[in-house]
């Protein structure tokens, strides 16, 4: 059995499951906290993959890059936990939450997908429409 892209990133998608569903019933913070960038970035691979599963690297950039601020923001939030400095009048982890991680997830991840959509996935969809009518 061959197995392609879109089956691994499945399987990488199931044991980050396994991985926070652990955490969770073992009471493991970190394990359920560091599985959410994983599977943003999982899903985001999944979701910019074309037709043929290929990826384009003009796609994986800012992918990776999103992936890579969001990484770099839950672990600040995760070592200044002890902190006892303020970021917007809130703790500093829940201040990189509220005022960082939010925005960036909420804003910044259509916009990335926005952005694969317009480079990669528009010009295959039409390209499979073409074929599928000829």
Same mark, same amino acid.
């Given at each position: ?9 499945? /399987? ?6 396994? $991985?926070? +569903? %652990?955490?969770? &019933?073992?009471? #493991?913070?970190? @394990? *359920? ?24 690297? /003009? ?6 890059? $999103?992936? +890579? %601020?969001?990484? &770099?923001?839950? #672990?600040?939030? @995760? *070592? ?35 952005? %694969? ?18």
């Amino acid at each position: 059995m061959k197995l392609d892209r879109t089956d691994v990133l499945v /399987a990488a998608v199931t044991v980050a499951t396994l $991985f926070a +569903a %652990v955490g969770m &019933a073992f009471d #493991v913070w970190q @394990a *359920v906290y560091y599985s959410i960038p994983a599977f943003v970035l999982l899903f985001m691979l999944l979701g910019s993959m074309s037709s043929r599963e290929e990826w384009s690297s /003009a796609v994986l950039v800012p992918v990776v890059g $999103f992936w +890579a %601020v969001l990484t &770099a923001l839950f #672990v600040a939030g @995760a *070592v200044l936990m002890d902190s006892s400095r303020e970021l917007g009048g809130l703790h500093v982890s829940s201040g990189i939450f509220l005022y960082l991680i939010w925005p960036l997830g909420t804003i910044g991840a259509p916009l990335v997908y926005a952005l %694969v959509h317009h480079r990669w996935l528009a010009p295959d969809l039409a390209a499979a429409d073409e074929e599928a009518r000829s």
